[in-house]
């Protein structure tokens, strides 16, 4: 359940992290940056068996 809600939350993350959007066109790399770090910690929580 709580890998399921994890999961969405990152495709949702992922999805408005795009350049796409208008209103995001001037971000540079920082948002897919952070998802980027969250994705690590989640891997290495997945490695070691906390999630």
Request: glycine share 12%.
């Amino acid at each position: 359940m709580l890998t399921t809600i994890i999961l969405v939350i990152l495709v949702l993350a992922l999805i408005g992290a795009l350049p796409a959007w208008p209103h995001a066109a001037n971000w540079g790399y920082g948002p897919s940056g952070i998802i980027g770090v969250i994705l690590v910690v989640l891997i290495v929580l997945l490695l070691m068996g906390r999630i």
